[in-house]
């Protein structure tokens, strides 16, 4: 099983609609949870942290499920601009403390 | 504001020839990697270094070596370059868990 497994998509998604990503990780131990996006042809940015109880920022809500693994990424009303590749990242505390980026998720927001 | 800046956007450079990418920052932070990102292979860490002068491998090393002579600036090079490099490399510098990532170079090795 991959560290970190996403659906690769594309989401084809029409503006307006509510849109939803899971990502699962192995690794029982991670400690810390994000999801990034990236734009097309420009690096990955912090989108929001995901905490245990959940958290919302705006338009987005970011949610965690340790007991099956799981971290997910809502994004209501969804405007044209939230086309991009949503990346799920996790820390992997042990001797590397490494922080392990999923593949990501590309969303298409259809006009 | 977290400021990464990379010393190329683009570069070309023919096999066989000796690779410098540099990568700045300027919040005096302690860890920096390099990635590789390649379609449907997503990010792949190539190095890291927590301190000057520090270095590790990371998941596909080989072909490259890294230079942290100062803690703002982390060094890839590739020292003989082959087709198989050709791709979009990006720098970060870390806080906490926070990765801030540079603009990226897009290296085709012809």
């Known amino acids: 099983r991959k560290e970190v497994e996403q659906d690769p998509g594309p989401f084809n998604v029409p503006e307006g609609a509510t849109v939803a990503f899971n990502c699962t990780y192995s690794?029982?131990?991670?400690?810390?949870f994000f999801w990034y996006r990236q734009d097309c042809r420009k690096e990955p940015k912090l989108l929001m942290s995901v905490y245990s109880s959940g958290n919302e920022d705006g338009r987005f809500t970011a949610q965690l499920n340790r007991a099956s693994q799981y971290i997910s990424l809502l994004i209501r009303d969804s405007k044209l601009s939230d086309s991009a590749t949503y990346l799920c990242?996790?820390?992997?505390?042990?001797?590397?403390?490494?922080?392990?980026f999923g593949k990501g998720t590309r969303l298409h927001i259809l006009p | 504001d977290v400021k990464v800046t990379q010393s190329s956007r683009y570069l070309v450079k023919r096999t066989g020839e000796k690779v410098f990418l540099e990568c700045v920052q300027d919040m005096d932070h302690e860890n920096m990697f390099w990635y590789r990102q390649d379609p449907g292979l997503g990010l792949r860490l190539i190095y890291f270094s927590y301190d000057v002068k520090m270095k590790e491998k990371g998941d596909i090393p080989e072909g490259y070596s890294v230079s942290r002579e100062k803690k703002e600036r982390f060094s890839l090079i590739l020292e003989s370059a082959s087709t198989n490099q050709t791709s979009m490399y990006l720098c970060a510098s870390r806080r906490f868990y926070e990765q801030y990532f540079g603009p990226g170079t897009r290296l085709t090795v012809t």
């Open positions: 690794n029982s131990a991670s400690q810390s």
């Open positions: 990242v996790v820390n992997k505390r042990g001797r590397d403390d490494k922080i392990i």
